[in-house]
């Protein structure tokens, strides 16, 4: 059986090298998939969800704006195309690609609360852009979800 984390990671690097244009952009968001699908494995072995589940919602959350270099309603584009990606693959059953896509779909709803698992996603993408530069200020509407999960993995000092 293929691995399908990896399967994913080589699907959006391929996105990456398939053109010389804007490569420094779409490495900005390849990178950022990725590490968001690594937050993604960290909370969800703390909180028992699926870390296979949860680190393909990472790799692929934002694959709308990495396709098309825009954010438009990226949360509920993206889970159309990570549902045609997954299809197309075949490694998933139904109830996997749903909780998948559910998550991406929800992802960029900092400000509400969603099931446990699609709260994994939106947390993870709150600790990537909180702590990708750590020097900077957080950004506010990741302020509050930030401060949960210092306390949560106990990273206060
Ligand atoms: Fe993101």
Avoid: W
């Avoid at 750590?134 to 979800?145: G, S």
């Amino acid at each position: 059986m293929r691995n399908r984390i990896e399967v994913l990671r080589r699907y959006i690097e391929d996105i990456l090298f398939s053109s010389t244009e804007d490569m420094r952009l779409r490495y900005f968001f390849v990178n950022h998939m990725v590490c968001v699908s690594q937050f993604c494995a960290l909370i969800a072995l703390r909180r028992g969800e699926d870390v296979e589940l949860a680190t393909m919602a990472g790799l692929l959350h934002d694959i709308y704006t990495l396709t098309y270099l825009d954010s438009t309603k990226h949360a509920k584009n993206g889970a159309i195309m990570a549902r045609e990606i997954l299809d197309g693959l075949d490694m998933t059953t139904p109830e996997e690609t749903d909780k998948i896509c559910s998550a991406i779909h929800n992802h960029s709803k900092k400000g509400s609360t969603f099931s446990s698992f699609d709260e994994v996603l939106i947390d993870a993408d709150v600790l990537e852009h909180s702590l990708s530069n750590a020097t900077l200020p957080l950004i506010e509407k990741d302020r509050e979800r930030y401060e949960k999960l210092i306390v949560e993995f106990e990273l206060g000092i």
